[in-house]
């Protein structure tokens, strides 16, 4: 099941490389042996490879997963709740035997249901679905993450400071709390007053007030590229782009790292030897907390 | 020119990570990415090690690499609350380097996740 | 160079008992005399080789999906302030890399074994491990649920079984063999179990978990791996699972093995309300197989989350508490399941795990069959060992703790009768000597001439949780790294690697099997060995 997403225009090869049409000991005839299942707003290019497609009304997925969560439950669910998503019940209820029946049920979804009308709420509502039908049988759900390596930056916050993003160090250890220590919320109040840009170009992505405030204090950029955000830093670094003239790591969408390997060789350096070098300058300089200070903060 | 073929490369545009693609390359660019959808074609295709941009810029003024390395260290360690933002678009090394300097700066780490 | 005077030296390596003796340190090793460098006097203190932690889980996909999953927990745990030349970190359930050196050395372990790594992800592991400052560390690869090798096995393909158990480690730049659940986790991947030793694996038509568990004893032993098999066996947690554990002890037919947390594994009683301790058949079993060696994977009352490959017991977990549940399915290798969970005292099958740790450790004779260990963090965290060196050391304070059990628990569990107080000496020997032999690390947990200079060292107390959990000096390698509370000292460990031989055929005969069922390909699945930092390679002799 897909929910929320668009592979075939965002992750092209997902079905045929990984999700679909792959042959195994247990499916050898690869796209025949699985039902493939889309549910979106609206018929996207990858409603053409779904068996079924579920046109959900926009800002219904919540309730949505919670009919379904109570249907395979065998709870009762009224009408003109059902209605209201925009699917009948007699869809819900072949969907539902359909997941029963399944030997292995996946879940992919994507930002049409995190970064709409309940965001974070849909994603552990979807979660919780798919939790719940392994009393039944075997169910997972996992999101489909873009940028890159955007799960490389995931994985390694959380091994280095517990958290995966939204962490502030300004105590000397890391905390973490979306919505306070966010970069758009941080930009939009004005807390920041410098800013390290590496491998985003927010100056292009971001709320305007967010890129006003960029603006407004010293920014640095690490780009492959002159970017939006170059165009109103203080200071823009020239890199090599990874993968492409930069060895080293990516962590694929399923956390699983895999190594790059580049066909060129640039004239600029990579982002690494770059933080490095910036860190190396840094360190050089006197430490931001008072030395005898970490005595006073392990105490408070 | 020289061609070389690099076998298994990885590509880094979306979330799939695909490790499978040969990329055949001159000195200066990819001329072919073998089994690589449109996306990633398009990302290989459109690289290339030509300096198309200067080293670095101040102040939108060409500056040397090492000039601008000390210009950024002076902006982050004069700041109270410096941001550490990205890491989509970089290899882990980078993003490794990335907590270690919003660790030494006591400053603020995030990346697009948080969007 | 270093030299340490007139300490009371525990080294059940060299059957050293509290004698007064100097050692000298020159270039991490132990040699018999050093004029220069720094003197620490250690009259009247205790010294031990370093602790070495047999079974622990401190990296990889696992513990950093726990680290995500309880960002509660970090905000109310320690925290290790940033210096100017030391990484900030989180300690708690599922502490932070840097934090997991910090909190090992600080209460004086020096090296640890991580227990469980997917070779899919091994690359993700030594990265985190090279994160894991001062501590020298090795890993385990998952083999027991590979669908590869079961296919090797269900078709007697025994010696091509045993060449690709060799690739796989040598892929994974790993230490040795760990099976979890053996079938189990396979038969997860249909929403199944594998509980019968004897029954075929879901998905298989005659393999069975029995057949898994002796060709990969065979195939550890004739691979000639310093550390033999190390099994984490059927029925992990369930009542009555005694017969299932010692049912799978028969299956190695003889040859050596480590059994981990076996405390999970010795339960009799048919179903929750009936659960009892069967320890002093475990033990038996123990005590007349000097061959296999065990951790205790003791319980401590309180908060922690838990981590295993056993896929279908953490389903069955989740059920059971209603908590937060993440699962992971690693492709045709393995899985893993993580729940959040608190011991308590006045549950009846908690209070029961703590009693059977315990006696466990206890009940089994030598102290060099039987190691420290919680399983971290699924019986508690590591750093809470020094809690478990008071319960052995103190019959007074187990009598303390037993009375604030259930009243029904006296008819369950047999601690109660055990006067058993553990030596300083037998501390040192499960702490560390112990399970360095297990390893076959036989440089470590020994402060013989030529080993590495891994010390802790002890002021004597009488409160002995405080005396373990705040060592007066911590020395890796020669370099002290903590002193007086602080530490002092970062270096980074070694990594411990096993290069078992295999035929040179191997990888052309595995390839097209990779690449009917894996998402990667097969030229990228190696780890390379420039990824790890500082690596000791073991170079097997293979035994027939």
Request: proline share 6%; with cysteine.
């Given at each position: 099941?897909y929910?929320?997403?668009?592979?075939?225009?965002?992750?092209?090869?997902?079905?045929?490389?990984?999700?679909?049409?792959?042959?195994?000991?247990?499916?050898p005839?690869?796209?025949?042996?699985?039902?493939?299942?889309?549910?979106?707003?609206?018929?996207?290019?990858?409603?053409?490879?779904?068996?079924?497609?579920?046109?959900?009304r926009?800002?219904?997925?919540?309730?949505?997963?919670?009919?379904?969560?109570?249907?395979?439950?065998?709870?009762?669910v009224s009408?003109?709740?059902?209605?209201?998503?925009?699917?009948?019940?007699?869809q819900c209820?072949?969907?539902?035997?359909?997941?029963?029946?399944?030997?292995?049920?996946?879940?992919?979804?994507?930002?049409?249901?995190?970064?709409?009308?309940?965001?974070h709420?849909?994603?552990?509502?979807?979660?919780?679905?798919?939790?719940?039908?392994?009393?039944?049988?075997?169910?997972?759900?996992?999101?489909?993450?873009?940028?890159?390596?955007?799960?490389?930056?995931?994985?390694?916050?959380?091994?280095?400071?517990?958290?995966?993003f939204?962490?502030?160090?300004?105590?000397?250890?890391?905390?973490?709390?979306?919505?306070?220590?966010?970069?758009?919320?941080?930009?939009?109040?004005?807390?920041?007053?410098?800013?390290?840009?590496?491998?985003?170009?927010?100056?292009?992505?971001?709320?305007?007030?967010?890129?006003?405030?960029?603006?407004?204090?010293?920014?640095?950029?690490?780009?492959?590229?002159?970017?939006?955000?170059?165009?109103?830093?203080?200071?823009?670094?020239?890199?090599?782009?990874?993968?492409?003239?930069?060895?080293?790591?990516?962590?694929?969408?399923?956390?699983?790292?895999?190594?790059?390997?580049?066909?060129?060789k640039?004239?600029?350096?990579?982002?690494?030897?770059?933080?490095?070098?910036?860190?190396?300058?840094?360190?050089?300089?006197?430490?931001?907390?008072?030395?005898?200070?970490?005595?006073?903060?392990?105490q408070? | 020119?020289?061609?070389?073929?690099?076998?298994?490369?990885?590509?880094?545009?979306?979330?799939?990570?695909?490790?499978?693609?040969?990329?055949?390359?001159?000195?200066?660019?990819?001329?072919?990415?073998?089994?690589?959808?449109?996306l990633?074609?398009a990302w290989?295709?459109?690289?290339?090690?030509?300096?198309?941009?200067?080293?670095?810029?101040?102040?939108?003024?060409?500056?040397?690499?090492?000039?601008?390395?000390?210009?950024?260290?002076?902006?982050?360690?004069?700041?109270?609350?410096?941001?550490v933002?990205?890491?989509?678009?970089?290899?882990c090394?980078?993003?490794?380097?990335?907590?270690?300097?919003?660790?030494?700066?006591?400053?603020?780490?995030?990346?697009?996740?948080?969007? | 160079?270093?030299?340490?005077?007139?300490?009371?030296?525990?080294?059940?390596?060299?059957?050293i008992?509290?004698?007064?003796?100097?050692?000298?340190?020159?270039?991490?090793?132990?040699?018999?005399?050093?004029?220069?460098?720094?003197?620490?006097?250690?009259?009247?203190?205790?010294?031990?080789?370093?602790?070495?932690?047999?079974?622990?889980?401190?990296?990889?996909?696992?513990?950093?999906?726990?680290?995500?999953?309880?960002?509660?927990?970090?905000?109310?745990?320690?925290?290790?302030?940033?210096?100017?030349?030391?990484?900030?970190?989180?300690?708690?359930m599922?502490p932070?890399t840097?934090?997991?050196?910090?909190?090992?050395?600080?209460?004086?372990w020096?090296?640890?074994?991580?227990?469980?790594?997917?070779?899919?992800?091994?690359?993700h592991?030594?990265?985190?491990?090279?994160?894991?400052?001062?501590?020298?560390?090795?890993?385990?690869?998952l083999?027991?649920?590979n669908?590869?090798?079961?296919?090797?096995?269900?078709?007697?393909?025994?010696?091509?079984?045993?060449?690709?158990?060799?690739?796989?480690?040598?892929?994974?730049?790993?230490?040795?063999?760990?099976?979890?659940?053996?079938?189990?986790?396979?038969?997860?991947?249909?929403?199944?179990?594998?509980?019968?030793?004897?029954?075929?694996?879901?998905g298989?038509?005659?393999?069975?978990?029995?057949?898994?568990?002796?060709?990969?004893?065979?195939?550890?032993?004739?691979?000639?791996?310093?550390?033999?098999?190390?099994?984490?066996?059927?029925?992990?947690?369930?009542?009555?699972?005694?017969?299932?554990?010692?049912?799978?002890?028969?299956?190695?037919?003889?040859?050596?093995?480590?059994?981990?947390?076996?405390?999970?594994?010795?339960y009799?009683?048919d179903?929750?309300?009936?659960?009892?301790?069967?320890?002093?058949?475990?033990?038996?079993?123990?005590?007349?197989?000097?061959?296999?060696?065990?951790?205790?994977?003791?319980?401590?009352?309180?908060?922690?989350?838990t981590?295993?490959?056993d896929?279908?017991?953490?389903?069955?977990?989740?059920?059971?508490?209603?908590?937060?549940?993440?699962?992971?399915?690693?492709?045709?290798?393995?899985?893993?399941?993580?729940?959040?969970?608190?011991?308590?005292?006045?549950?009846?099958?908690?209070?029961?795990?703590?009693?059977?740790?315990?006696?466990?450790?206890?009940?089994?004779?030598?102290?060099?069959?039987?190691?420290?260990?919680?399983?971290?963090p699924?019986?508690?965290?590591?750093?809470?060992?020094?809690?478990?060196?008071?319960?052995?050391?103190?019959?007074?304070?187990?009598?303390?703790?037993?009375?604030k059990?259930?009243?029904?628990?006296?008819?369950?569990?047999?601690?109660?009768e055990?006067?058993?107080?553990?030596?300083?000496?037998?501390?040192?020997?499960?702490?560390?000597?112990?399970?360095?032999?297990?390893?076959?690390?036989?440089?470590?947990?020994?402060?013989?001439?030529?080993c590495d200079?891994?010390?802790?060292?002890?002021?004597?107390?009488?409160?002995?949780?405080?005396?373990f959990?705040?060592?007066?000096?911590?020395?890796?390698?020669?370099?002290?790294?903590?002193?007086?509370?602080?530490?002092?000292?970062?270096?980074?460990?070694h990594?411990?690697?096993?290069?078992?031989?295999y035929?040179?055929?191997?990888?052309?005969?595995?390839?097209?099997?990779?690449?009917?069922?894996?998402?990667?390909?097969?030229?990228?699945?190696?780890?390379?060995?420039?990824?790890?930092?500082?690596?000791?390679?073991?170079?097997?002799?293979?035994?027939?």
């Amino acid at each position: 099941m897909y929910w929320g997403g668009n592979p075939a225009e965002c992750h092209p090869r997902h079905f045929t490389k990984y999700a679909l049409m792959p042959k195994s000991k247990f499916l050898p005839r690869g796209r025949k042996d699985r039902t493939a299942v889309l549910v979106d707003i609206r018929p996207t290019k990858s409603a053409k490879a779904a068996d079924i497609f579920l046109q959900v009304r926009p800002g219904k997925d919540f309730e949505l997963i919670t009919i379904l969560r109570a249907l395979i439950k065998d709870q009762k669910v009224s009408e003109e709740a059902v209605a209201e998503t925009g699917i009948t019940l007699e869809q819900c209820t072949d969907l539902i035997e359909r997941m029963k029946k399944a030997k292995f049920g996946c879940v992919f979804f994507g930002m049409g249901l995190s970064m709409t009308r309940g965001k974070h709420m849909n994603s552990a509502a979807l979660l919780t679905l798919a939790a719940e039908m392994n009393a039944f049988t075997k169910f997972v759900a996992m999101p489909m993450r873009g940028h890159g390596n955007v799960t490389g930056a995931d994985v390694i916050m959380r091994w280095q400071t517990g958290y995966p993003f939204g962490i502030t160090f300004n105590r000397g250890y890391p905390r973490y709390n979306p919505g306070e220590f966010s970069t758009v919320d941080v930009l939009v109040r004005g807390d920041a007053d410098a800013a390290f840009i590496i491998g985003a170009d927010p100056g292009a992505t971001m709320p305007q007030p967010a890129i006003d405030h960029l603006a407004r204090i010293p920014t640095i950029v690490l780009d492959p590229h002159v970017t939006h955000t170059s165009n109103l830093a203080k200071v823009h670094i020239t890199t090599a782009p990874a993968g492409i003239a930069a060895p080293g790591t990516a962590y694929r969408m399923d956390e699983i790292p895999l190594p790059l390997k580049p066909a060129l060789k640039s004239p600029y350096p990579t982002d690494e030897e770059v933080v490095r070098r910036i860190k190396q300058a840094i360190v050089k300089k006197p430490f931001w907390m008072p030395e005898g200070a970490q005595m006073t903060a392990a105490q408070v | 020119m020289t061609l070389t073929v690099v076998n298994n490369a990885t590509c880094t545009f979306c979330g799939c990570v695909c490790d499978d693609i040969e990329l055949h390359a001159d000195e200066t660019r990819i001329l072919k990415a073998k089994k690589a959808c449109v996306l990633g074609t398009a990302w290989f295709l459109n690289h290339t090690v030509e300096r198309k941009y200067p080293d670095a810029l101040i102040d939108g003024k060409e500056a040397t690499l090492d000039e601008a390395i000390e210009a950024a260290a002076t902006h982050l360690h004069a700041a109270d609350m410096p941001l550490v933002y990205g890491m989509s678009n970089t290899t882990c090394e980078a993003q490794r380097e990335c907590v270690a300097l919003a660790d030494l700066l006591g400053g603020l780490l995030d990346s697009h996740t948080s969007l | 160079m270093l030299r340490i005077t007139g300490g009371k030296v525990y080294d059940p390596a060299n059957g050293i008992d509290g004698e007064v003796r100097d050692l000298f340190v020159s270039e991490g090793k132990f040699v018999a005399s050093a004029e220069e460098g720094r003197t620490i006097d250690a009259t009247g203190m205790i010294v031990f080789p370093g602790g070495v932690d047999v079974h622990t889980h401190v990296a990889g996909g696992a513990i950093n999906f726990a680290r995500a999953m309880t960002p509660e927990d970090h905000r109310r745990t320690q925290a290790f302030i940033r210096s100017q030349s030391r990484r900030s970190g989180i300690g708690g359930m599922a502490p932070t890399t840097f934090a997991t050196g910090y909190l090992y050395a600080g209460m004086g372990w020096t090296t640890v074994n991580e227990a469980a790594v997917p070779v899919l992800s091994a690359r993700h592991t030594h990265e985190e491990l090279s994160d894991i400052p001062i501590v020298d560390k090795s890993t385990l690869t998952l083999m027991a649920n590979n669908e590869i090798m079961l296919d090797l096995m269900e078709k007697g393909e025994y010696e091509r079984a045993k060449n690709v158990v060799a690739w796989y480690i040598w892929a994974a730049k790993s230490y040795g063999v760990k099976a979890v659940n053996p079938g189990g986790v396979a038969a997860w991947k249909w929403g199944k179990d594998a509980k019968q030793l004897t029954s075929p694996i879901e998905g298989f038509t005659r393999l069975t978990p029995g057949d898994i568990i002796s060709q990969l004893a065979r195939i550890c032993h004739e691979l000639g791996l310093p550390h033999p098999l190390h099994l984490h066996c059927n029925n992990l947690g369930a009542p009555g699972n005694i017969s299932t554990t010692l049912d799978t002890l028969n299956h190695l037919d003889g040859h050596r093995a480590h059994i981990a947390h076996s405390q999970y594994h010795a339960y009799g009683g048919d179903d929750w309300d009936e659960m009892r301790s069967e320890t002093a058949q475990l033990a038996e079993y123990f005590n007349t197989h000097p061959n296999v060696t065990t951790d205790a994977g003791a319980v401590l009352f309180g908060d922690t989350v838990t981590i295993t490959a056993d896929g279908p017991w953490q389903h069955l977990l989740y059920k059971l508490t209603g908590r937060k549940w993440g699962n992971l399915d690693v492709e045709n290798e393995t899985g893993c399941g993580i729940v959040p969970y608190t011991y308590r005292p006045s549950n009846l099958v908690n209070a029961i795990q703590w009693s059977v740790g315990l006696e466990l450790l206890l009940l089994i004779k030598n102290p060099w069959q039987v190691f420290l260990s919680t399983d971290h963090p699924n019986g508690g965290c590591f750093w809470r060992y020094p809690e478990i060196i008071q319960l052995l050391m103190c019959a007074d304070f187990r009598t303390e703790c037993l009375k604030k059990l259930p009243d029904k628990i006296k008819e369950r569990i047999t601690l109660p009768e055990l006067t058993r107080e553990y030596t300083l000496y037998e501390i040192a020997t499960s702490m560390s000597a112990g399970p360095a032999r297990a390893l076959g690390l036989h440089h470590k947990g020994n402060l013989g001439l030529g080993c590495d200079a891994d010390i802790v060292i002890y002021e004597e107390d009488k409160d002995v949780a405080r005396m373990f959990g705040h060592p007066r000096y911590v020395i890796k390698g020669g370099e002290v790294v903590i002193e007086e509370g602080d530490i002092r000292a970062t270096p980074d460990g070694h990594e411990y690697i096993s290069r078992p031989h295999y035929a040179p055929d191997t990888d052309e005969f595995l390839r097209p099997l990779f690449e009917d069922c894996y998402t990667m390909q097969f030229e990228n699945y190696p780890v390379e060995m420039e990824r790890i930092e500082k690596p000791a390679i073991h170079d097997c002799v293979p035994n027939s």
